[in-house]
Structure formats: C-alpha cells, structure tokens
C-alpha cells in the first residue's frame, strides 16, 4: 500500500492517542453490565454527534451504529465491532481510572475496544479522501451474555441498510505484548451453550432413606454419566469440545435431604453437527435418569454463539497487511483452538469476518489475565490497534 498514507496515518494517530487513552479511561472507571449500557452509549453518541459522524441509536436496546462514507468511488461496506459491557467483577486495582461501580469491571477489555474505534472513527472521518465505500462503526450490547447483543442487533435488521461485506473486530490479549497483533484463519473460538438441569423428587429425613427419593446421590449421578458419555462420543466424533459442570446446588442440611438440586454448565465445540448430537446426548442422559431413579428432571438448554470462524483468503490477506504495517515479527499466527467463545461468531453468519486480537502485555512483565479482578492493559496497545484496523479498512474498501 501507500508508503506516503502509511506516514500520514502514523501522524493522525500519533496526534490522538493522549485522547483515546482518556476514552478508554472513562469507559474503565464506569462500566456497565450487558444490555444496561445506558451511559456508555450516550457517551458513545455525544462523541460521534461532536465529531460530526452520522448514527443510528437504540439498536436492541443500547445499540449504537455510526457511518462514515469515503470520498472514492466505492460499493463496499466494511463494519466494525465493539462490545460495550462490563463484567460482574469487584475490581483490586489499584489506578486512577480504577472502577467507581461497586462489583462492576471492564474486565475482558472491551472499555478498550470501545476507545479504539471511537479512535478509528475520528482517524477515518478525517481521512475520507483516501478511501471509498462506508465504515460501519457497530457498538454492541451485552457480548459477556446470551443470547449475545450481536444476535440481537442482527436481529432488528439494521445490519442490512446497508449490509457489510465484511465484518472485523479486535480483542486485547495479555499473553501478547503489546505492538503485536495475533490472527488465526478458519475456526477459531467454540460454539457455547448453556445447560440447567433440575434435579426434582421426594425430600425428607436423611435417617429415613427409604421414604425420599436421594436428590443429591441423583445429581452426582447424572454429571458422571453426563461426562463420561460426553468423552466417549469425543472419542467417537474425533471432535474437540468440552462439557463443563460449574454449578451443583442443594439445599438441604446434614440430615436433610433436598427435594431438589439445581445442575449448571456449559457444552463447547468446534463442529456444529457434533454439538447437535451432544445436546441429544444430554437429553436422552436426563431421561434415562428420570425414568430409573424416579424422579423429574427439568432440562433448559440456552442455546449460546456458534462457532467463530474467521474467512480465510481475508484472514491471510489482513497478516500480510498487519506485516507490511508492524513488521513480520509483530504479527502472530495462533495454531490452537480456543474453547473460549465470543458472539462476534453471529457475523460470521452475516458475511465474511475477521476477528484478530491486538497485544495488550506490557513486556517483561507478568498480565493478569482477562476476566479476573487484577485484569489492566498496557495503553500503548491502543494506538496499535487504531493504526492496524486502520490499515485493514483501507485496503478492504479499495479491493475486491
């Protein structure tokens, strides 16, 4: 690409940085939880309304889509994605931008994703001439719950007027340092789906067995044949996937036995027709127990985010961007599977996606990991992914 653009891009995001640092700051210190963005997103529009770029507000609730149009002759669209909420996570750090929302924390970075397009936004808007089509700028509810603001927002059909040809998004990752980016073409992050179960039926006496049903016995049962079946057809499938049991609870005492408990988890996997035939498999488990041991088993199955899988000719496109821009040995290629999971998979959906990730570690120096209390990034990660996305944008719009 444009050596000269190259030059002018650094310039303009050098000229912002102290700026979407203060953005990032703001979002960190009051974050909200999924679909109660209210605040977040009338900041969000109080900056496009004074940057003077067009948007569209209210879009599944506190959904906030903005529009940048280039002055070339172009048809593409390209939309970008940020996550606006916070997490349940009592912060313990101890900065000054350090969350002021008791039990509230932008602890999966998205305060960062948010200032980073805001920073694309104010580039891009002053940069129209050299690029046409239209920049999508999507600010996106309730990513961190189901069934995932993206879902919704695609939902209300406000992602087709105009419809993007491509969609991207970028996530800060503290495992990298930052100045790195890190993509993975094809699939990438699992399907996830949430299970409860209740275990219902006959409580009483601990001392009198025989006049209960075991709540608690039948429980236990029912994760062990859950998982062990799970293996089995993994085995089976040659499948990676995970069945996670994270909630087990009964109320009942020493010598008492509840008249139920209450069974929560996640099942994750890579292949869609396998995650068809394990959520089968988890039905038939609940009846069989129901019908030997006696007792009910209420079964809710949420169905969670699909499989994200990022296109591949765009992918290896956009590493060969991301080199040319930082350097070969600032980009990374990820070969493993994550079994964590991220609704931006429902663009996948829409059209062609890229979701790569922008290197939040400070280097020689230990990173709390995402979605835990001590979570912080180091900020000059932000001017990485501004320039990157930047980059991408201006060769997605300029090409077929």
């Known amino acids: 690409m444009n050596k000269g653009l190259k030059e002018i891009l650094s310039e303009k995001t050098a000229l912002i940085e ?4 203060n953005l990032r700051r703001h979002f960190h210190r009051y974050p909200e939880l999924s679909y109660e963005e209210r605040n977040t997103s009338e900041y969000i529009c109080n900056y496009l309304k004074n940057n003077e770029i067009a948007f569209r507000r209210g879009i ?43 039990g509230k924390m932008h602890a999966c970075g998205h305060d960062a994703h948010m200032a980073m397009l805001l920073g694309v936004a104010r580039i891009m808007n002053g940069m129209k001439e050299y690029f046409g089509g239209t920049i999508l700028l999507v600010f996106q509810p309730g990513e961190e719950k189901s069934p995932g603001g993206a879902k919704l927002m695609i939902g209300t059909g406000e992602l087709y007027n105009p419809k993007p040809d491509i969609m991207l998004a970028h996530h800060v990752m503290p495992d990298l340092e930052t100045g790195m980016t890190g993509y993975k073409p094809g699939k990438y992050m699992a399907s996830c789906d949430e299970i409860y179960m209740t275990v219902k039926g006959k409580g009483g006496h601990a001392a009198l067995p025989a006049l209960t049903t075991d709540q608690i016995y039948i429980a236990s049962q029912l994760v062990v044949r859950l998982k062990d079946t799970f293996i089995e057809l993994q085995k089976l499938h040659n499948v990676p996937g995970v069945l996670g049991i994270g909630k087990i609870s ?27 035939t394990a959520i089968s498999m988890v039905k038939q488990t609940c009846m069989a127990v129901e019908k030997e041991f006696e007792v009910k088993v209420d079964l809710r199955i949420a169905e969670g985010y699909p499989v994200l899988v990022n296109d591949e000719r765009l992918t290896m496109k ?17 070969t493993d599977l994550r079994m964590s999971s991220d609704d931006f998979s429902f663009y996948s959906e829409l059209c ?49």
């Open 18 to 21: 102290d700026e979407v640092i």
């Open 60 to 102: 599944a609730g506190t959904g906030v889509i903005g529009r940048i149009d280039g002055d070339l002759p172009s048809g593409r669209v390209a939309g970008i994605r940020a996550e606006m909420d916070a997490l349940p996570v009592q912060e313990i750090n101890d900065k000054e931008y350090v969350s002021v929302n008791p």
């Open 250 to 276: 009964g109320e009942g005492a020493t010598n008492v036995i509840p008249e139920k408990v209450e069974i929560a988890g996640t099942l994750r996997t890579f292949d869609e027709g396998f995650r068809s």
């Open 318 to 334: 956009a590493i060969e961007l991301s080199r040319e821009l930082l350097g070969s040995k600032n980009v990374h290629i990820y």
């Open 352 to 400: 062609p996606t890229i979701y790569f990730r922008v290197g939040s570690g400070s280097p020689g120096k230990p990173a709390a990991k995402l979605h835990t209390p001590a979570f912080d990034i180091d900020e000059k990660c932000l001017k990485t992914g501004i320039l990157n996305m930047c980059w991408l944008l201006f060769d997605f719009l300029s090409n077929d």
